[in-house]
C-alpha cells in the first residue's frame, strides 16, 4: 500500500517484497503491482469521508481529482498526476473486475459509470498509478481505481438516509439547494451460493452549473430595444469584460438503481458470479434569468438595453432541457483462488445504454414552457462488451523465484448517436434528421507479465502487452448527407519493466518502466459534423496516444505508518486534445494530435497510527507536476506551455481522532494549485466563471454509533466556503447528515 489511509508494517528482509501489503482486507491487486498504489477501506470511508456517491470515497488520495460539479452529477471524471479533467479516457474503473470506464470518449461527457457502486456495498477501493503493469490497456497511463464490494458469510441488512444541503451565491443567485438519498442492502449465504442486493434513490438539486453571458458592448441601444436591469458584470477567464444575464444548467436529478450479486462455489477453489446492474435517471434542467423589464417580468431573448447598450439575447441563451435514461449492466466471472501453482480468472461485461433521450427547445422562453419546437438527442444503442481472461502460474512454489500471468482481453465499444427535430420538444416524437453519428472500435490484446524474485531482496517484474486495433462501419451524418468512413486496423506492442529492491527491513526501492498506447475513442474518431461535403469537429484518421511513463519511489516503514516519496515522468506524444490548427486558412477546431507533452514531478505521501497520541490517525500527500507542451506543429502559440487542467501543486491531509470505539471525529483538507484551462495559456483571470481556478478545501465529519445497530454522522463538506471553478463553479459549503442501520 502507498500512503492512503492503511499501513504497512510487516515488511521484513525474507518477504516476497510485495509493493502493496495491507492490514485488514485483502486488495484487488496483483501483489507483485510493479507500480504504486493507494487504498482505502469500507471503515475508513464511514468515519472519513461524507459519502453520497462512490467515487467520492477516493477524493483524498494522492493526486487525484474527481470532477464532481454537485451531488448526482453524471460527469464525475477522474483526473491524475499527468492527466486532467479534460481526459477521461486516461483512466480506468473497475468493480469487482469488471470494467465500468466509458470509453466511448474523452471528455467530461464520457464519465466512468459510478452509479452502479453505492458506498454501502464497498469492501475497499484500490488505486493504481501509472502504466505499468502489462495487465491493463493503455488508458492506465492516469490511474486504474478497483473498487471491491462486500460478499456476505450470514444474513446482513443495512439501511442508510442522508440529507444535504448547500448554500450558494453567486452572481444574482443566493439559494439552498437541497437533496436526500436513501439506501438499503440485503445479503445472505446458503452453503455455496451467496447473494447481495440493494437498491438506492436519489433526490438532489444542483447548483447553476453555466451562466448566460455577453462580451461588453460598444454598440448604442435603439429605440425598439427592452431596457432591462439586473445584470452583473465582471470579467472572463481572459480578462475581457462581460455582461452576466442569469443562471444556466440548474439540474434537478433522480436517480435509482438496483443491484443484484450473485456467487456460486462450484469447488472449495472454484467460484462462479453475476452482476446484475440497473439505473436510471430523471433530470429537469431549469434556467434563472436576472433581467427584468420595466413590468419587472423575466427577459429571455431579444435586444435589451443595458445602460444605454445594446446586448441580443439568442434564443438559446436560456435553454431549459430534460432527459430520461436506462442503464443496463451485466458482468459474469469465473475464479479459481487454489493459491498454488496455477489460478485461473474470466470476466465478461456487457453494458447498453438502454435509454437515453435528451429534449430542448428551438424556441425562446417563456413560451417554451408550455412546448413548441425543439430537438430530441437519443443515444440508446451506445455501450460495450468486454472480455478478460487471466493465468497465473507460480512455477517451484516453494521456493517462489517466479510469479507469472499472462491473458487475453477484447473489448467493442459501439456508437449510435442521433439528434432529430421536433414539434413539441415536451411531448412530441421525432420528425427529420438533424445530425447522427455511428461507429464500432474493436481490441484484441495478450499480455504476459513475470515476477522474478531472482535475489533474497531483489525483484524483476518484465511484461510486454500486444494490441490489435479495429475501427470499423463508422459514419458522420448532417440531415441530408452520410459519410462513411474507412475500416483502419493497427498493431502495438508496450513492454513494461520494474526493478524492485527490499534495501533494509524498513526501505522498498522501485523504478518502473512503461509504454502506453490510447487508442482514440469511436466518438474522437467519428462523432462530428459535415460543412459543404466535409468532416469538421471529428477526425477519423487520428493517431492513438503514445507515452512512455517512468517512476522512482522510496516507501519507509515507519512502523504505525508508511512514508512514501515518488519521482515521476511521462513524455506522451499525438495526445489527443481539442485545439484549432492556426497553420491553415481557415482555421480548423476538432480533435487533433498533439506532438509531444512531458510532465514530470515529485509526490511525497504519508500516514500513520496512532500519531501523538492514541486514537489519532493522520494521512496526507503533496504532489508537484511541470506539465509542458513541447511541440506542436499545429499550434505553434502552445509550445512552452501547460497541459490544459494539470495544476503545479496538489495536496491533501485527513486527521481522525477516534475518542473511543463509537465516537469518531474528522478533519480534512483539499489543496489544487494553479492550472489552465487553454493549451496556450491566455486564461489570466482563472478565479471566475468559465476559469480554472485554485481551490482550498476542508472538510469535517463526525460519526458516532450510538447503539449497537446503529450509527449517525454529520458533517460539512467546504467548510471555509471556497469559491473555485472547473470552468463551471464548483460546489459551496455544503452540510450532511445521516442515519444508518447495520444487522
Same mark, same amino acid.
Given at each position: 500500500?502507498?500512503?492512503?489511509?492503511?499501513?504497512?508494517?510487516?515488511?521484513?528482509?525474507?518477504?516476497?517484497?510485495?509493493?502493496?501489503?495491507?492490514?485488514?482486507?485483502?486488495?484487488?491487486?496483483?501483489?507483485?503491482?510493479?507500480?504504486?498504489?493507494?487504498?482505502?477501506?469500507?471503515?475508513?470511508?464511514?468515519?472519513?469521508?461524507?459519502?453520497?456517491?462512490?467515487?467520492?470515497?477516493?477524493?483524498?488520495?494522492?493526486?487525484?481529482?474527481?470532477?464532481?460539479?454537485?451531488?448526482?452529477?453524471?460527469?464525475?471524471?477522474?483526473?491524475?498526476?499527468?492527466?486532467?479533467?479534460?481526459?477521461?479516457?486516461?483512466?480506468?474503473?473497475?468493480?469487482?473486475?469488471?470494467?465500468?470506464?466509458?470509453?466511448?470518449?474523452?471528455?467530461?461527457?464520457?464519465?466512468?459509470?459510478?452509479?452502479?457502486?453505492?458506498?454501502?456495498?464497498?469492501?475497499?477501493?484500490?488505486?493504481?498509478?501509472?502504466?505499468?503493469?502489462?495487465?491493463?490497456?493503455?488508458?492506465?497511463?492516469?490511474?486504474?481505481?478497483?473498487?471491491?464490494?462486500?460478499?456476505?458469510?450470514?444474513?446482513?441488512?443495512?439501511?442508510?438516509?442522508?440529507?444535504?444541503?448547500?448554500?450558494?451565491?453567486?452572481?444574482?443567485?443566493?439559494?439552498?439547494?437541497?437533496?436526500?438519498?436513501?439506501?438499503?442492502?440485503?445479503?445472505?449465504?446458503?452453503?455455496?451460493?451467496?447473494?447481495?442486493?440493494?437498491?438506492?434513490?436519489?433526490?438532489?438539486?444542483?447548483?447553476?452549473?453555466?451562466?448566460?453571458?455577453?462580451?461588453?458592448?460598444?454598440?448604442?441601444?435603439?429605440?425598439? $430595444?427592452?431596457? %432591462? @436591469?439586473?445584470?452583473?458584470?465582471? *470579467? /472572463? &477567464?481572459? +480578462? #475581457?469584460?462581460?455582461?452576466?444575464?442569469?443562471?444556466?444548467?440548474?439540474?434537478?436529478?433522480?436517480?435509482?438503481?438496483?443491484?443484484?450479486?450473485?456467487?456460486?462455489?462450484?469447488?472449495?477453489?472454484?467460484?462462479?458470479?453475476?452482476?446484475?446492474?440497473?439505473?436510471?435517471? $430523471?433530470?429537469? %434542467? @431549469?434556467?434563472?434569468?436576472?433581467? *427584468? /423589464? &420595466?413590468? +419587472? #417580468?423575466?427577459?429571455?431573448?431579444?435586444?435589451?438595453?443595458?445602460?444605454?447598450?445594446?446586448?441580443?439575447?439568442?434564443?438559446?441563451?436560456?435553454?431549459?432541457?430534460?432527459?430520461?435514461?436506462?442503464?443496463?449492466?451485466?458482468?459474469?466471472?469465473?475464479?479459481?483462488?487454489?493459491?498454488?501453482?496455477?489460478?485461473?480468472?474470466?470476466?465478461?461485461?456487457?453494458?447498453?445504454?438502454?435509454?437515453?433521450?435528451?429534449?430542448?427547445?428551438?424556441?425562446?422562453?417563456?413560451?417554451?414552457?408550455?412546448?413548441?419546437?425543439?430537438?430530441?438527442?437519443?443515444?440508446?444503442?451506445?455501450?460495450?462488451?468486454?472480455?478478460?481472461?487471466?493465468?497465473?502460474?507460480?512455477?517451484?512454489?516453494?521456493?517462489?523465484?517466479?510469479?507469472?500471468?499472462?491473458?487475453?482481453?477484447?473489448?467493442?465499444?459501439?456508437?449510435?448517436?442521433?439528434?432529430?427535430?421536433?414539434?413539441?420538444?415536451?411531448?412530441?416524437?421525432?420528425?427529420?434528421?438533424?445530425?447522427?453519428?455511428?461507429?464500432?472500435?474493436?481490441?484484441?490484446?495478450?499480455?504476459?507479465?513475470?515476477?522474478?524474485?531472482?535475489?533474497?531482496?531483489?525483484?524483476?517484474?518484465?511484461?510486454?502487452?500486444?494490441?490489435?486495433?479495429?475501427?470499423?462501419?463508422?459514419?458522420?451524418?448532417?440531415?441530408?448527407?452520410?459519410?462513411?468512413?474507412?475500416?483502419?486496423?493497427?498493431?502495438?506492442?508496450?513492454?513494461?519493466?520494474?526493478?524492485?529492491?527490499?534495501?533494509?527491513?524498513?526501505?522498498?526501492?522501485?523504478?518502473?518502466?512503461?509504454?502506453?498506447?490510447?487508442?482514440?475513442?469511436?466518438?474522437?474518431?467519428?462523432?462530428?459534423?459535415?460543412?459543404?461535403?466535409?468532416?469538421?469537429?471529428?477526425?477519423?484518421?487520428?493517431?492513438?496516444?503514445?507515452?512512455?511513463?517512468?517512476?522512482?519511489?522510496?516507501?519507509?516503514?515507519?512502523?504505525?505508518?508508511?512514508?512514501?516519496?515518488?519521482?515521476?515522468?511521462?513524455?506522451?506524444?499525438?495526445?489527443?486534445?481539442?485545439?484549432?490548427?492556426?497553420?491553415?486558412?481557415?482555421?480548423?477546431?476538432?480533435?487533433?494530435?498533439?506532438?509531444?507533452?512531458?510532465?514530470?514531478?515529485?509526490?511525497?505521501?504519508?500516514?500513520?497510527?496512532?500519531?501523538?497520541?492514541?486514537?489519532?490517525?493522520?494521512?496526507?500527500?503533496?504532489?508537484?507536476?511541470?506539465?509542458?507542451?513541447?511541440?506542436?506543429?499545429?499550434?505553434?502559440?502552445?509550445?512552452?506551455?501547460?497541459?490544459?487542467?494539470?495544476?503545479?501543486?496538489?495536496?491533501?491531509?485527513?486527521?481522525?481522532?477516534?475518542?473511543?470505539?463509537?465516537?469518531?471525529?474528522?478533519?480534512?483538507?483539499?489543496?489544487?494549485?494553479?492550472?489552465?484551462?487553454?493549451?496556450?495559456?491566455?486564461?489570466?483571470?482563472?478565479?471566475?466563471?468559465?476559469?480554472?481556478?485554485?481551490?482550498?478545501?476542508?472538510?469535517?465529519?463526525?460519526?458516532?454509533?450510538?447503539?449497537?445497530?446503529?450509527?449517525?454522522?454529520?458533517?460539512?463538506?467546504?467548510?471555509?466556503?471556497?469559491?473555485?471553478?472547473?470552468?463551471?463553479?464548483?460546489?459551496?459549503?455544503?452540510?450532511?447528515?445521516?442515519?444508518?442501520?447495520?444487522?
Amino acid at each position: 500500500a502507498g500512503s492512503g489511509f492503511c499501513a504497512d508494517t510487516d515488511r521484513t528482509a525474507d518477504t516476497q517484497l510485495p509493493e502493496t501489503v495491507v492490514r485488514g482486507e485483502k486488495p484487488a491487486v496483483d501483489r507483485n503491482l510493479p507500480a504504486v498504489s493507494e487504498s482505502v477501506t469500507a471503515a475508513e470511508i464511514a468515519e472519513t469521508v461524507n459519502a453520497v456517491n462512490v467515487e467520492d470515497a477516493v477524493k483524498y488520495l494522492p493526486s487525484l481529482q474527481i470532477r464532481k460539479r454537485y451531488i448526482g452529477d453524471r460527469n464525475a471524471i477522474v483526473a491524475s498526476r499527468s492527466s486532467g479533467t479534460l481526459v477521461s479516457a486516461r483512466s480506468l474503473v473497475y468493480a469487482d473486475g469488471l470494467l465500468l470506464s466509458n470509453l466511448l470518449g474523452n471528455s467530461f461527457g464520457f464519465p466512468p459509470r459510478w452509479s452502479l457502486v453505492s458506498p454501502e456495498e464497498i469492501k475497499r477501493i484500490d488505486v493504481i498509478y501509472g502504466p505499468f503493469s502489462a495487465a491493463y490497456p493503455g488508458n492506465s497511463m492516469g490511474a486504474t481505481i478497483h473498487m471491491t464490494t462486500r460478499l456476505p458469510e450470514t444474513f446482513e441488512a443495512h439501511a442508510k438516509v442522508q440529507g444535504f444541503r448547500q448554500d450558494f451565491k453567486l452572481y444574482g443567485t443566493d439559494d439552498d439547494y437541497n437533496g436526500s438519498q436513501i439506501n438499503a442492502v440485503l445479503g445472505n449465504r446458503d452453503g455455496k451460493l451467496a447473494w447481495f442486493a440493494g437498491v438506492n434513490h436519489l433526490d438532489n438539486h444542483g447548483h447553476p452549473m453555466t451562466f448566460a453571458t455577453g462580451a461588453t458592448s460598444t454598440t448604442a441601444a435603439g429605440g425598439g $430595444d427592452t431596457a %432591462v @436591469t439586473g445584470t452583473h458584470q465582471d *470579467r /472572463d &477567464a481572459n +480578462g #475581457n469584460g462581460r455582461v452576466v444575464y442569469g443562471a444556466t444548467g440548474i439540474d434537478h436529478t433522480v436517480q435509482d438503481n438496483f443491484k443484484l450479486r450473485l456467487t456460486y462455489d462450484l469447488a472449495p477453489a472454484l467460484r462462479a458470479s453475476y452482476l446484475l446492474g440497473y439505473w436510471q435517471n $430523471d433530470s429537469d %434542467v @431549469t434556467v434563472q434569468s436576472y433581467l *427584468r /423589464d &420595466a413590468a +419587472g #417580468n423575466p427577459v429571455y431573448s431579444g435586444n435589451v438595453n443595458i445602460g444605454g447598450f445594446r446586448y441580443t439575447l439568442a434564443t438559446s441563451a436560456f435553454q431549459p432541457s430534460k432527459r430520461t435514461e436506462e442503464h443496463w449492466m451485466h458482468g459474469l466471472s469465473l475464479k479459481t483462488d487454489t493459491k498454488g501453482e496455477w489460478d485461473y480468472e474470466a470476466a465478461f461485461t456487457y453494458y447498453t445504454f438502454g435509454k437515453d433521450e435528451q429534449r430542448s427547445p428551438t424556441t425562446a422562453l417563456p413560451g417554451a414552457q408550455s412546448g413548441g419546437a425543439g430537438q430530441i438527442a437519443l443515444a440508446d444503442g451506445n455501450g460495450w462488451r468486454t472480455l478478460d481472461l487471466k493465468a497465473d502460474w507460480r512455477p517451484g512454489l516453494e521456493r517462489g523465484r517466479h510469479e507469472a500471468s499472462f491473458g487475453y482481453h477484447y473489448d467493442r465499444y459501439v456508437l449510435d448517436s442521433r439528434v432529430f427535430n421536433t414539434a413539441d420538444w415536451l411531448n412530441g416524437g421525432t420528425t427529420t434528421r438533424v445530425s447522427a453519428f455511428a461507429g464500432n472500435t474493436e481490441t484484441q490484446a495478450l499480455f504476459a507479465q513475470d515476477a522474478w524474485r531472482f535475489a533474497p531482496d531483489w525483484k524483476l517484474t518484465l511484461g510486454g502487452r500486444y494490441e490489435h486495433w479495429h475501427a470499423f462501419d463508422g459514419a458522420t451524418s448532417n440531415s441530408t448527407t452520410t459519410i462513411n468512413h474507412n475500416t483502419r486496423t493497427e498493431d502495438f506492442f508496450s513492454p513494461k519493466a520494474a526493478l524492485a529492491l527490499q534495501a533494509t527491513p524498513d526501505w522498498l526501492l522501485r523504478a518502473s518502466l512503461g509504454r502506453a498506447y490510447r487508442m482514440p475513442t469511436v466518438s474522437e474518431l467519428f462523432q462530428g459534423s459535415i460543412s459543404s461535403g466535409a468532416i469538421v469537429n471529428n477526425d477519423p484518421n487520428l493517431k492513438p496516444e503514445m507515452a512512455w511513463s517512468g517512476e522512482l519511489t522510496a516507501e519507509r516503514n515507519l512502523g504505525h505508518g508508511l512514508l512514501r516519496l515518488s519521482l515521476f515522468q511521462e513524455d506522451a506524444h499525438d495526445a489527443l486534445y481539442s485545439q484549432t490548427d492556426t497553420t491553415v486558412t481557415p482555421t480548423v477546431t476538432n480533435i487533433q494530435n498533439i506532438d509531444k507533452i512531458r510532465t514530470r514531478g515529485v509526490e511525497v505521501a504519508l500516514q500513520g497510527k496512532d500519531v501523538g497520541l492514541r486514537g489519532l490517525d493522520l494521512s496526507g500527500s503533496v504532489t508537484y507536476a511541470d506539465s509542458e507542451i513541447l511541440k506542436n506543429d499545429k499550434n505553434p502559440a502552445s509550445v512552452g506551455k501547460q497541459q490544459p487542467r494539470v495544476p503545479d501543486w496538489r495536496a491533501s491531509a485527513v486527521a481522525t481522532w477516534h475518542q473511543d470505539s463509537r465516537l469518531s471525529y474528522t478533519l480534512a483538507a483539499r489543496y489544487s494549485g494553479r492550472q489552465y484551462n487553454t493549451l496556450d495559456n491566455t486564461d489570466s483571470n482563472p478565479d471566475t466563471y468559465g476559469g480554472t481556478s485554485r481551490l482550498f478545501v476542508v472538510d469535517a465529519r463526525v460519526n458516532y454509533k450510538f447503539a449497537k445497530r446503529y450509527t449517525a454522522s454529520a458533517g460539512v463538506d467546504n467548510l471555509n466556503n471556497y469559491k473555485h471553478y472547473l470552468a463551471h463553479p464548483m460546489p459551496q459549503r455544503t452540510f450532511h447528515a445521516e442515519a444508518k442501520f447495520d444487522f
